[in-house]
């Protein structure tokens, strides 16, 4: 995680279904902010990220993992096949777990198109899984749960952000195919869903923020439909999805904004879906 301009090796739990502050769970094992990670609903793993100082940041290819029941420190998993910084975003189908996009180096445009794997339950190195359609770093995603993973958004140069989306069958390594676009061009995104209904949000521009959120459904490939709006704009969503109970619930149906300002942070958050599994 990230304080202030400070990478942080902390990590925090709470309750999806119980509004309240967040408590201490352990601690990383090396101090970093901007990667990945992804979950089977038992075990989580982090990957990657922004490692070493402030103004002297480098991508890293650590992963580690925690026991989601358990309060202790993480402990290493391996490396990831390609070295990433600056959000890679990762995702699960509950056997697998899948980190696309990122940086590969501090100089603009580093943006990756790539997308590798591991099986969480089996400690050890990332294996190559394909490329997305674009390279792009500050990317969006989030899954099904059981089979299918989405990529959202980006950075593809020093100046552009990108509306693409773009997905992959989990359990079939191969290439990203074409999903659709979002309704606004964002970099910054972070994502969550129910299962069925992929939410994203907290996207930012070069000029500014939106806080506008979209939706899709994951089964059907297509372009996002507008959602709604949050209350904070920009690179402040924070993707809980590791941590869930269930990796296909990615949040247990709700999504959150989380903003840290110099005298603290604030903590908000939405339904994804109605009980009855409607948007």
Known sequence: GIQGYTSTDHLDVFNFYSPGNS??????????????????GSRAVFAGGNMGPPGNWAPG???DYIEISSNSNATEFGDLFQ?????????SDSVRGVFGGGQTSTNYPSATDMIDY???????????????NTPRQEIGGCSDGASRGVWAGGQYTSTAATTLIDYVTMSTPGNAATFGDLTLAGLGLQGTSNGSSGVFGARQRQSGKYTTMDYITIATTGNATSFGTHAYGGLGLILYAALSGNPGLNGSGKIYSQIGVSSGASTDYWNVVADDGTI
């Open 23 to 40: 408590t201490n769970q352990g601690n990383l094992t090396a101090v970093r902010h901007g990667g990945g990670a992804a979950s089977d």
């Open 61 to 63: 290819n650590l992963m």
């Open 83 to 91: 070295s990433r910084m600056n959000r890679l975003a990762g995702m």
């Open 118 to 132: 591991v099986t969480i339950a089996t400690p050890g190195n990332a294996l190559e899984f394909g490329a997305l």
